[in-house]
């Protein structure tokens, strides 16, 4: 029998380049950028446990100031990427509290802005559970040729051009869209390439799962505790009661629910009126992908990539996963707010 040899991220990109919105080579080069960074982030999430034990990263220091925390780490790793290629005008992340302009002569030029949460669910590193990345990228709307603006990255999320993540799991993914559906490749280490392994990724219609920091219970709004009765509830046939798993780490929970069918809600609550997440670095990208995988993102009410940003660190409240899921949590809000 004649094993194929798997498509690679670089092919990939390169077979695809028309399907790229404008198609003119730098979106590929960026997404390689990206693909760059994330290999050397896997790679230093990968001996996280070993830093104390083989004094790594100065783990003599007492006071931990040599110990550069793994999100600074990211962080740090995907702008000096970023800025090192000529694609990208600006950056902003979750882990700064200002945008950063690229400003120069070779950076002012270029089109694109990406914004970043460098590493999401970065308290599990501690314990080896799954972390990730969240990247988003736009198209700037400043004139080309001057420094990027506030305004280039306060744009609704349906004028994403593509997004991604990549999770740091039991294997290392890169999973993206650039609105032509949504293809996952998983990094193969002896080689050191991430390879195509999930191509057109599809939201099941509905799942079994329900994803939420039932912690966080008593400050919940009314329609959101009703809709956890709700998926409890023994009702065999629509195969409730759903199962609940929760893994604290947002990439990663979309992730399966993705693969497996499934919610994921973190809500307003009294804790945070807002909600928790980040509207620019977290839930945008994440719904544009969603969405192109046949899923639903919204705050409970109105459709994620809708939302016109207003502060670069927003949160909103997220509700994201299976459609039919998603729409039936939604009818539990709506109920709430009528009465
Ligand atoms: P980050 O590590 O980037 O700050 O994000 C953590 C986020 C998200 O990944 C996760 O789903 C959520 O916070 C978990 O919050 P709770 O601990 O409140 O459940
Ligand atoms: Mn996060
Ligand atoms: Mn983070």
Do not use: W
């Amino acid at each position: 029998m004649r094993t194929q040899r798997p498509t690679t991220l670089g092919e990939f990109l390169v077979e695809n380049q028309e399907n790229f919105p404008y198609a003119t080579g730098e979106l590929t080069q960026l997404l390689s950028s990206i693909r760059l960074a994330a290999k050397v982030v896997n790679r230093e999430i990968n001996k996280a446990g070993l830093a104390d034990i083989l004094g790594l990263s100065g783990a003599e220091n007492i006071q931990g100031e040599n110990q550069m925390k793994l999100d600074v780490f990211a962080n740090d790793t995907f702008l000096r990427t970023l800025r090192s290629m000529g694609e990208v005008c600006g950056v902003a992340s979750e882990e700064l509290e200002d945008f950063i302009v690229f400003d120069d002569e070779l950076h002012n030029e270029s089109k694109y802005v990406v914004l970043m949460d460098p590493l999401d669910g970065s308290s599990n590193v501690d314990v080896n559970v799954s972390v990730g990345t969240i990247f988003s990228i736009y198209r700037r709307i400043t004139p080309i040729g001057s420094p990027v603006k506030l305004e280039d990255f306060l744009q609704p999320g349906h004028k994403q051009v593509a997004a991604g993540y990549v999770i740091y799991g039991s294997s290392t993914m890169l999973v993206f869209t650039t609105g032509h559906g949504v293809h996952g490749f998983t990094l193969d280490p002896s080689i050191g390439t991430f390879c195509l392994s999930h191509p057109n990724m599809r939201f099941p219609e509905r799942g079994q799962i329900y994803s939420i920091n039932e912690g966080n219970y008593i400050h919940f709004p009314e329609g959101v505790k009703r809709y956890l009765k709700f998926c409890q509830e023994l009702d065999p046939p629509s195969g409730r009661p759903y199962t609940s798993r929760y893994i604290g780490s947002l990439v990663s929970d979309v992730h399966r629910n993705m693969i497996k069918g499934g919610i994921y809600i973190y809500p307003t609550g009294t804790m945070s009126p807002k909600g928790k997440l980040r509207l620019l670095y977290e839930c945008n990208p994440l719904a544009f992908i969603v969405e192109q995988a046949g899923g639903r993102a919204t705050d409970g009410f109105t459709r994620i990539l809708d939302l016109q940003p207003t502060e670069l660190h927003q949160r909103v409240p997220y509700f994201v996963g299976s459609t039919a899921m998603v729409l039936e949590a939604e009818s539990f809000l709506r109920s709430d707010h009528n009465e």
